[in-house]
T-cell receptor, first 112, second 114 residues
């Protein structure tokens, strides 16, 4: 089983749609969770951290379910500029530093 | 301020040749990471440097891969006797410290082995 699994998509949605991505992680000892965004042929950039109580940043909402080892990202009112690959990222337990494990990413295309 | 820079941006090499990839982290960032991203794949951790401490080399796929970080700043990833399966984008990232989870990535070096 992969340490971090995501539905690779692609998700093709019209502008204004709401879209949700899911991610599962295998190590129950993981404590820190993130969503990174990667535009086509660009480097990944931190989109948002995921907190236990869930958190929102504008049109983006992240949720964590520790019992199910499940993370989600909800994007409301999709924009063309949201088209990118969304990477689910989890800290790697058992290391003495902030080692991260990246999922393979979910591709989102928002069309007019 | 200046972000993470990497050079070259693209490298085409023949199978069997050695290549060197360079990473210049954000000034003041003590932690430096190398990753590899193959087409359609997630980021594969290669190596981690923290200041002048011994690196975590656990992700290096074979002994053809090595990396160094001189003076706690610039890092070089060397691949000897390149193989076609080494073709990928090599990404470098830095963070404020080894405990800081936000990693800032460079634009990557796209390596093609022919």
């Amino acid at each position: 089983r992969k340490e971090v699994e995501q539905d690779p998509g692609p998700f093709n949605v019209p502008e204004g749609a709401t879209v949700a991505f899911n991610c599962t992680y295998s190590n129950s000892a993981s404590q820190s969770f993130f969503w990174y965004r990667q535009d086509c042929r660009k480097e990944p950039k931190l989109l948002m951290s995921v907190y236990s109580s869930g958190n929102e940043d504008g049109r983006f909402t992240a949720q964590l379910n520790r019992a199910s080892q499940y993370i989600s990202l909800l994007i409301r009112d999709s924009k063309l500029s949201d088209s990118a690959t969304y990477l689910c990222v989890v800290n790697t337990p058992g290391t003495s530093y902030g080692k991260l494990t990246f999922g393979q990413g979910t591709i989102l295309t928002v069309h007019p | 301020g200046a972000g993470v820079s990497q050079s070259p941006s693209n490298k085409v090499t023949e199978k069997g040749k050695d290549v060197e990839l360079r990473c210049d982290p954000i000034s003041g960032h003590t932690a430096l990471y190398w990753y590899r991203q193959s087409l359609g794949q997630g980021l594969e951790f290669l190596i981690y440097f923290q200041g002048n401490s011994a690196p975590d080399k656990s992700g290096l796929p074979s002994d053809r891969f090595s990396a160094e970080r001189t003076g706690g700043s610039v890092s070089t990833l060397t691949i000897q006797r390149t193989q076609q399966e080494d073709s990928a984008v090599y990404l470098c990232a830095s963070s404020l410290s080894g405990f800081a989870y936000e990693q800032y990535f460079g634009p990557g070096t796209r390596l093609t082995v022919t």
